[in-house]
């Protein structure tokens, strides 16, 4: 199913994700500003991963959505309704940040097996003019009804404008950098954002030599602002994340830059 995405498909899929009216609203409300706060208890999730994560099945991490589907989603749907409880305001920024992480990628495996079975998340949505669900209402929280889209782009990349962000939300694809099987927390959030950039860059889903051209993610044409103004300064910037052999590639290319993605579920199955 690889394939270069058509330009009409990438902006129906990134439909939500341009800034609109409540993008300003969004990030005042949950700017992260306590200075400290209590841990978050991302346990029930954390429990999710242990038993339905697959780590490098088949070169990458899959999740096991009919195991998950058939034993029901009782500590999934716990764990929503906990973090749907909590003030992320009354928390410190690296705590805060984990949880906006955690939630998204928690929302996101909660869709899929609600609708499972299914062979992509784009066959999700309520919308007749965007696949997949990003732009769908996904939960409330401080009384404010939240898209996956209002998570990532109008929370996690408004507030803290960290480019890795990329790297740790996971939109169920193959494409997508790995569901990782460590839950984010406000401790690990630096560790974990570091290693999801150089597993993904590492791997031929993020960066891989094609003969004259280099074939890296789309995720790097679709969001080339938040890493860099031009596609050198894009790969230089992806560079400083990678390991030193996918560096070199990356500084040294000078040829055809070329983008895929592969929408695929990233399933057990």
Known sequence: MRALLATGLVMLLLAGCGGDERTDDLAAQFRASAADGPRIDHGDWQQVLNDY?????????RVDYAGLAADGTGQLDRYLAAMAAVDPETHPANEQMAYWINVYNALTVRLIVEDWPVESILELGDSALARGPWGDPAITINGRTLSLDDIEHRI????????????????????????????????????????????????????VREGDALLVSSLFQWYADDFGDSPEAVLDRLAGFADPDTAKLLRSHDGPLRYAYDWALNATR
């Open 53 to 61: 994560l697959v780590p490098s099945y088949a070169g990458l991490n």
């Open 156 to 207: 996690l990349r408004v507030i803290w404008q960290e480019p890795r962000i990329h790297f740790a939300v996971n939109c169920a694809s193959v494409g997508c950098p790995d569901l990782q099987p460590i839950a984010f927390t406000g401790a690990n959030l630096e560790s974990q954002l570091r290693l999801g950039a150089l597993n993904y860059l590492a791997s031929p889903r993020g960066v």
